[in-house]
Nanobody, 124 residues
Framework: QVQLVESGGGLVQAGDSLRLSCAAS????????VGWFRQAPGKEREFVAAISPSSRNTYYADSVKGRFTTSTDNAKNTVYLQMNSLEPEDTAVYSC?????????????????WGQGTQVTVSS
């Protein structure tokens, strides 16, 4: 079992920055990668970014590339999502998820454990 808790969401203005945290506990040694996903009202959940804590390889959706950065502090079992130049279109509930077996890190069904999500609202 792996437990994930996100934090850091909030209400900001367009152009501002936010940093989300995803703290993992439990059998974290089994984590192959941590992904970030978001779901806006009336839309399907979509991939945002992912990182492999061991290799530190990162992956990004085209819509956030160059603005968002994901990183990991393995000593704290925490993954971060630094979001810069936020746009109203980034408004969504952001969730982190743990992948245990590799595969396509952009695919929702490759993630077994999910956090509860944190709301990010960007006003224009």
């Amino acid at each position: 079992q792996v437990q994930l808790v996100e934090s850091g969401g909030g209400l900001v203005q367009a152009g501002d920055s936010l940093r989300l945290s995803c703290a993992a506990s439990g059998r974290t040694i089994n984590i192959y990668a941590v992904g970030w996903f978001r779901q806006a009202p009336g839309k399907e959940r979509e991939f945002v970014a992912a990182i492999s804590p061991s290799s530190r390889n990162t992956y990004y959706a085209d819509s956030v590339k160059g603005r968002f950065t994901t990183s990991t502090d393995n000593a704290k079992n925490t993954v971060y999502l630094q979001m810069n130049s936020l746009e109203p279109e980034d408004t969504a509930v952001y969730s982190c998820a743990a992948n245990l077996a590799g595969g396509s890190l952009r695919a929702i069904n490759q993630y077994r454990y999910w956090g509860q999500g944190t709301q990010v609202t960007v006003s224009s």
